[in-house]
Nanobody
Framework: QLQASGGGLVQAGGSLRLSCAAS????????MGWFRQVPGKEREFVAA????????LYADSVKGRFTIFRDSAKNTVYLRMNSLKPEDTAVYYC???????????????WGQGTLVTVSS
């Protein structure tokens, strides 16, 4: 199971850190991803990494602003979001799967989502 948290309301230019706590065993080969979705739009890839930490992907729209990282001791993956923009407003979901891809269909396990609202 995945439990996402950390969303909230922040002004443009501000920062937030999202957390995704994974329960149960986590394979080093597993990919952990963050996606986001705005009502009426498709779920959008944000960032992903292998649990081992050796491979990381970012969407072009967040490169240089967002950082994905994990704390193995806590079995938790984080998404540090800096320089937030109003267009970053969305429900953010964490996910786990066997392949490090930006395609949401490749992820088998999903958290419940946490809302991030960026005001202008």
């Amino acid at each position: 199971q995945l439990q996402a948290s950390g969303g909230g309301l922040v002004q443009a230019g501000g920062s937030l850190r999202l957390s995704c706590a994974a329960s149960g065993r986590t394979s080093s080969s597993y990919a952990m991803g963050w996606f986001r979705q705005v009502p009426g739009k498709e779920r959008e890839f944000v960032a992903a990494m292998r649990w081992s930490g050796d491979s990381i992907l970012y969407a072009d729209s967040v490169k240089g602003r967002f950082t994905i990282f994990r704390d193995s001791a806590k079995n938790t993956v984080y998404l540090r979001m800096n320089s937030l923009k109003p267009e970053d407003t969305a429900v953010y979901y964490c996910a786990a799967g066997r392949s490090l891809l930006s395609y949401s269909g490749s992820y088998s396990y999903w958290g419940q989502g946490t809302l991030v609202t960026v005001s202008s």
